[in-house]
């Protein structure tokens, strides 16, 4: 239970936060070697890595309470 929890806001995160970071960066208009290139892709890392932590939080608690550890 604990594990889906962490694991359902993922979805929504990506969809509302990360998703819009995606959508400039595909922006046929931004330049490769700019500034704001550089602005997204270090904003949009380290989106992904609070997405990619809260999966693994999630795998975590999932693996504990398999091996019964919780």
Do not use: E
Request: proline residues 7%; glycine residues 10%; positive net charge.
């Amino acid at each position: 239970m604990v594990a889906g929890l962490l694991l359902g806001p993922v979805i929504p995160f990506t969809l509302v936060v990360v998703f819009p970071t995606n959508t400039q960066l595909l922006d046929p208009s931004l330049k490769p070697g700019s500034a704001r290139t550089a602005a997204l892709l270090t904003r949009w890392g380290r989106l992904h890595a609070v997405r990619s932590g809260v999966a693994v939080m999630a795998l975590v608690v999932l693996l504990l309470h398999l091996g019964g550890m919780l």
